[in-house]
């Protein structure tokens, strides 16, 4: 029975629920997902990453022309074929595309483009192109809200990370969560679990079935941190490679969830862009690879596919401050080992510009598509808005 008095006498309870780890126990979950449930793992490069200097356009002269302090000199960069190639900073990348784990899509991006990141993330989030439509609500969180069942308290989408939850993971009636780092669950694990009541009310059952339940699941990860190999396979010593950790681990354990996404700062380049982007792409491809490494010797590899993009490219010509400044399309990246490897779209002109930038190539709607429809088995109109052709990314 569901009263004022009781809800407020478990408010002490329910005040702790943001940093229990109810999606990591299986018992505390009404949840239909099976272990075998494909899982995405979306990373934002936030800021704007300088796809020119990405996917290098080596073989056309123009290139040289519009990056004169900037360009990646031509007998550094690693080939992908007779016309593209990468930084020597993606070299971990390169290796993921030589072993047939990397999609490049280049030219990726929306009609009638905008250089605000604010705007523009919006766009890319929600998967709508007008503000009306910017009600808080991604297309991630709306493919999640399909697929919702009642009773069921597993997040459908964790953001791992210290900002706020990015808008596309949000729905109506899904349930994401913000999870920092490990912390959190160590300091869970090391409190007793509360007795489960004998009562006839039912919000108290429920709320301290599910805290007990968490209790435990933090346990168990704790736990799994204590014997995990002492390499920790791996990883590199990034930010985003410990958050890609962290979510790797996570899905050992099975809880259900499966959208996680994960932010990587920095890439809005205005002034001395070479060093900084060189060691973002570092990063960026080493936390990668490691990923997939260990998702591989955890006999997941199959499961999981990454998805890599950014709110919009960088211009095609450098400006006075050894940087560049907004652009508009930029390249996409899917990953893991069940991609359709290759590059899968039409790289953009550096002869055709508009108002000095890169035309997009491919509506960043129908990678999109393709990843609903054909990874996650879910239909794809109404999280998108509308029909959008589905590039064939998954293999």
């Known amino acids: 029975m569901l009263n004022r008095r009781s809800f407020l006498n478990q408010s002490s309870l329910l005040s702790l629920s943001p ?17 075998d ?49 990468f930084p020597p900073a993606m070299q971990a990348a390169a290796e993921l595309f030589d072993d047939n784990q990397l999609a490049i899509i280049p030219g990726a991006g929306y009609p009638n483009p905008n250089r605000s990141h604010f705007r523009s993330m919006a766009i890319w989030h929600s998967a709508r192109l007008q503000s009306a439509e910017h009600t808080g609500q991604g297309w991630l969180g709306r493919a999640c809200d399909q697929r919702k069942q009642p009773g069921n308290i597993t997040p459908d989408a964790v953001f791992v990370g210290d900002s706020n939850i990015p808008a596309a993971i949000i729905g109506r009636r899904s349930n994401p969560i913000a999870l920092n780092d490990e912390r959190e669950l160590m300091l869970a694990s090391k409190f007793t679990a509360p007795d ?29 941190a204590k014997n995990r190999p002492s390499d920790d396979s791996n990883y590199p010593n990034y930010r985003l490679a410990r958050r890609l950790n962290l979510i790797a681990r996570v899905i050992r354990l099975g809880g259900g969830t499966r959208i996680f ?96 930038d890169l035309k997009s190539t491919i509506d960043f709607r129908c990678i999109y598509s393709s990843l609903l429809t054909s990874w996650l088995n879910i239909d794809a109109t109404a999280p998108l808005g509308g029909n959008f052709k589905p590039l064939k990314v998954v293999a």
Not at 19 to 35: R, V
Not at 197 to 204: A, G, H, I, M
Not at 316 to 329: C, F, K, L, M, P
Request: charged share 25%; proline share 3%; hydrophobic share 35%.
């Open 19 to 35: 940093f229990i780890p109810a999606f990591l126990s299986q018992t505390a979950s009404a949840s239909a997902a099976q272990k």
């Open 37 to 85: 449930d494909r899982i995405l793992v979306v990373i934002q490069l936030d800021g704007g990453n300088d796809g020119l200097n990405t996917v290098i356009p080596f073989a056309d002269e123009n290139y040289s022309k519009y990056r004169n302090k900037l360009r990646i000199e031509k007998n550094d960069i690693i080939r992908l074929n007779d016309s593209l190639g």
């Open 196 to 224: 489960n009541p004998v009562t006839e009310d039912d919000l108290q059952n429920f709320v301290q079935r599910s805290v007990s339940a968490s209790y435990g699941a933090a346990k168990q990860f704790a736990a799994s």
């Open 261 to 356: 996404y994960v932010s990587q700062p920095g890439y809005d380049t205005h002034s001395a862009q070479k060093f900084s982007h060189e060691r973002l792409l570092t990063e960026f491809s080493r936390s990668l690879k490691a990923f997939l490494m260990d998702l591989k010797q955890a006999g997941l590899s199959d499961r999981v596919l990454v998805m890599a993009f950014s709110e919009f490219g960088r211009r095609v010509q450098e400006n006075a401050s050894a940087g560049t400044d907004h652009g508009t399309s930029g390249p996409v990246y899917v990953a893991g080992e069940s991609v359709r490897s290759g590059i899968l779209s039409d790289y953009p002109s550096l002869v055709d510009l508009e108002d000095g």
